[in-house]
């Protein structure tokens, strides 16, 4: 069976900085890209992250890009996202989400974990 | 950057047909895929690569894409089917773009 399971999440000062962990299990992870999304408190699902499965290929949403980092540890089957710089706009439910890896140029994230919430406020 | 654009609301009764469209610049060159949240869960694939979908998903679930418009169609719609939609595309330049969300009312 396929779990992803974030860790991480808390309360942050504005301006602070938290890790965020996703470890997966039930499928070969060093074969799939992996995904970062979050979800504001009301609102919808905003793409943050994805890298590849040999962490050659990473993007980042233009809302994130130089303060968040994503990464992978195949060895332990996990992902990571480091966040620096925290703003209260950062203030969402961070899941993190298997890309199937239907064809290339394509996303389609089929396995998500039960989210982690990370409230930015002073 | 890219953006995917959805209704906000769409109602249905019981056993009829439910469309949510999902607009974006020439999509119908993406690959669109669709997700079913409901309150307090994880969202869940329901159709990928526009007119895929994934094991578990019943038939009564089916898409397409042409244009600038994606559309997910869920025929006999039932109470279950209730919940919040996403689109979603790749874009080279923007990643892994969300259309705003479309909730599902069967009435």
């Known amino acids: 069976e396929v779990q992803l399971v974030e860790s991480g999440g808390g309360l942050v000062k504005p301006g602070g900085s938290l890790r965020l962990s996703c470890a997966a299990s039930g499928f070969t992870f060093s074969t799939y890209s992996m995904n970062w999304v979050r979800q504001a408190p009301g609102k919808g699902l905003e793409w943050v992250s994805g890298?590849?499965?040999?962490?050659?290929?990473?993007y980042y949403a233009d809302s994130v890009r130089g303060r968040f980092t994503i990464s992978r540890d195949n060895a332990k089957n996990s992902l990571y996202l480091q966040m620096n710089s925290l703003a209260v706009e950062d203030t969402a439910v961070y899941y993190c989400?298997?890309?199937?890896?239907?064809?290339?140029?394509?996303?389609?994230?089929?396995?998500w974990g039960q989210g982690t919430l990370v409230p930015v406020s002073s | 950057s890219y953006e995917l654009t959805q209704p906000p609301s769409v109602s249905v009764s019981p056993g009829q047909t439910a469309s949510i469209a999902c607009s974006g610049d020439k999509l119908g060159d993406k690959s669109a895929s669709w997700y079913q949240q409901k309150p307090g869960q994880s969202p869940v694939l329901v159709m990928y690569q526009d007119r895929t979908r994934p094991s578990g998903i019943p038939e009564r679930f089916s898409g397409s894409n042409s244009g600038n418009t994606a559309t997910l169609t869920i025929s006999g719609t039932q109470a279950m089917d209730e919940g919040d939609y996403y689109c979603q595309a790749w874009d080279i330049n923007s990643g892994g773009v969300f259309g705003g969300g479309t909730k599902l009312t069967v009435l």
């Open positions: 989400a298997r890309d199937l890896g239907a064809a290339l140029g394509t996303i389609s994230l089929d396995y």
């Open positions: 890298i590849s499965s040999s962490s050659k290929h990473i």
